[in-house]
């Protein structure tokens, strides 16, 4: 029996923050209308590469600039879903850029392989897992982060 590797929908954490936030606004305050925001995304960008043998790359980056406690709520710990009978999630790197221009890097020991939690109330689900990754030094500054996942070959 043959299993084909699927693509499904980004269910990124943060997207969700994008639908129904943007206003129409001149361009110069454009900056003052995220002033009062917890958290501001300033890129978020999404490439998928597929392969002739069935294989598939999907690369995301995002870079979030956190601009107050609830930002650092909200953003301290990131979750990346992925179906753990066709799909891999390598974390290339979270970093955090400081206001005084230093970075801290997040360790690959705070990255953690857990089950998704619709796993714990319906078992039927028991492939789903999430990567989950502390941010080590978030506060108010600037984090970058990048996420690579692959599907198994189809056969």
Not at 106 to 125: G, K, V
Not at 134 to 155: C, D, E, F, I, K
């Amino acid at each position: 029996m043959s299993r084909r590797g699927l693509v499904l929908s980004l269910p990124f954490v943060l997207a969700t923050l994008l639908i129904g936030q943007t206003q129409p606004s001149s361009p110069g305050d454009s900056q003052d209308n995220y002033l009062a925001e917890a958290a501001v995304v300033e890129q978020m960008s999404t490439k998928v590469v597929f392969d002739n043998d069935g294989n598939f790359t999907r690369e995301q980056i995002s870079r979030v600039r956190v601009q107050s406690d609830a930002g650092v709520q909200q953003w301290g710990l990131l979750r990346f879903p992925f179906q753990s009978s066709t799909q891999t999630v390598e974390i290339d790197f979270v970093r955090v850029h400081k206001a005084d221009g230093s970075t801290v890097a997040t360790p690959e020991d705070n990255i953690q392989d857990l089950d998704s939690e619709i796993t714990r109330s319906a078992p039927f689900y028991s492939d789903l897992r999430e990567k989950h990754v502390a941010v080590r030094g978030l506060g108010r500054a600037t984090s970058s982060s990048t996420r690579r996942a692959g599907a198994a070959p189809s056969r």
